[in-house]
């Protein structure tokens, strides 16, 4: 399932493939992954445009737009009370989606959802198996707001003491608290097994019993397991990772070489070894 450095590799795809372009054409194969729009709309609102610098909150991704739209009323010369209005195209990947940069003569793939045709001969499309997410259509910052509203600080830039007040306020289990998008936005099942086992510290225990050490501790390996892992461009499954033996027929951790376990927490699939996190390890 795409995590913040997934998402963040996708954010790289669709600089180098669209940002400053315009957009020549939308082509929707499947309203399944439109939310609150219709295809007609989003046609109308984006065609004539030209792409911003894609953003990233967490898993989620942003691409705003300039200029004027080619049809439809209420997008040409739309404007707010602070200047004109960008509309913004918000992406959620869900558990298989991905941006891949071609040209519009491609083969199409079957899962090829949403096709934005911009510049001369480039073709940034919207694949998804399963459809758990899609594209929202933000007219302005203030309807961005609206559908951000629910998110936390970005696991990559939020500060430790920002980061250290999140995990004190909460009572849940710290893999629990980890994968909340509202309390760090960013994280998922794979991302917080690494860091929990890098930080020795047990998927089970509480958020707000860590000490300040370990909360430390904690925020230290988040930072460097998402800077290696945004490099990678995905969660990398290394040899010296835990992510690397998830899929083993007899896991062993990395470090001890102890059998590792894994347990359903918060419905997700948790991995950990029993030796370097022990019960209480937290």
Known sequence: MPELPDVEEFRKVFASCAQGEVIRRVDVRDTGVLHGVSARRLRATLEGRR??????????????????????????????????????????????????????????????????????????????????????????????????????????????????????????????????????????????????????????????????RERHRLYTHMRRTLRSAVTAGRVPPRPSWLTGHRDDPTPACPRCHSPLRHARLSSRTTLWCPHCQPEGAG
């Open 51 to 212: 792409f911003g610098r894609p953003e990233r909150l967490g898993k989620w991704l942003l691409a705003r737009t300039e200029g004027t739209g080619t049809e439809g009323t209420g997008t040409e010369d739309a404007h707010t009370d602070d200047g004109p209005a960008c509309p913004t195209v918000l992406l959620h990947f869900g558990m298989t989606g991905r941006l891949v940069c071609g040209r519009p003569d491609d083969e199409l793939d079957p899962h090829d959802r949403v096709l934005f045709t911009v510049g001369e001969d480039r073709q940034l499309r919207y694949r998804d198996q399963r459809k758990l997410r899609g594209l929202w259509l933000a007219e302005d910052d203030t309807a961005v707001a609206r559908l951000l509203d629910r998110q936390g600080p970005d696991a990559l830039t939020v500060d430790r003491k920002a980061f250290e007040a999140a995990l004190s306020a909460h009572r849940g289990r710290v893999k629990t608290v980890l994968t909340d998008q509202s309390v760090l936005a960013g994280l998922g099942n794979l991302l917080a097994d690494e860091i929990l086992w890098r930080a020795r510290l047990n998927p089970t225990c509480h958020a707000n019993d860590l000490t300040e």
